[in-house]
């Protein structure tokens, strides 16, 4: 999807938050469309720019919020103090994102169905530990069969896709995996106090 369909559905649900991820290189020009768009969240990967924080401010500078993610093969160390604490959220792909530019800034994403990688799991863990504060995002192959392993690393932002879209009864899906979440995050701030 790009910015042409994101337009029609910010005029269709007014005040909607499009969380956008933007698998594409040199995200750094998409930006704008994005925000003209309605972007409230402009996620680009880690791996398809040399110069992240100038991207962070430029995201920030046209009023939307900045996420940065990174791929199954790309440690979470890569992503540094600085970069981390200029962003908003840090996503930890579990599956492996396919980049494409098109002419409209349009881009495929990952394709979906495709398998959790677990060994992922661990980056979250400690993203979540060198940066307790922070909005973790988990996409990629995340369903009920993988939310406890997610949520339980630290993970407080999940994108499902195939395990929603392909559910009989996906309000059940999305209510199990809030819930998940809720849990773990509670867990989690026992922990710290």
């Known amino acids: 999807m790009g910015a042409p369909i994101l337009s029609c559905v910010s005029k269709g ?9 933007m698998m594409v290189a040199q995200p750094e ?19 398809a720019t040399t110069d992240p924080l100038p991207l962070i401010d430029a995201i920030h500078a046209r009023k939307m919020k900045a996420g940065v993610a990174i791929s199954p093969d790309t ?8 970069v981390a604490e200029s962003a908003d959220m840090l996503l930890v792909m579990t ?15 990952g394709r979906g169905g495709q398998k959790f990688l677990e060994r992922c799991v661990p980056k ?6 060198r940066f307790p504060n922070k909005d973790i995002e988990v996409d990629g192959g ?18 499902a896709g195939t395990a929603i879209f392909g ?8 209510a199990l995996l809030k819930a ?13 106090s």
């Open 95 to 109: 599956v492996y994102p396919e980049f494409t530019i098109r002419s409209n800034a349009s881009a495929s994403a």
């Open 29 to 47: 020009k998409w930006v704008d469309d994005i925000a003209d768009a309605g972007g409230a969240l402009y996620c680009f990967h880690l791996e």
């Open 124 to 129: 979250v863990s400690e993203l979540r530990a």
């Open 180 to 192: 998940k979440v809720e849990i773990a995050q509670a867990k989690i701030a026992a922990q710290r």
């Open 75 to 82: 440690p979470s160390t890569a992503i540094t103090d600085e």
């Open 13 to 21: 649900i007014p005040g909607i938050f499009m969380d956008c991820h």
């Open 142 to 159: 995340v369903g009920p069969k993988t939310i406890d392993v997610c949520a339980d690393a630290g993970s407080n932002v999940i994108v």
């Open 167 to 174: 559910a009989s009864e996906p309000e059940n899906v999305i």
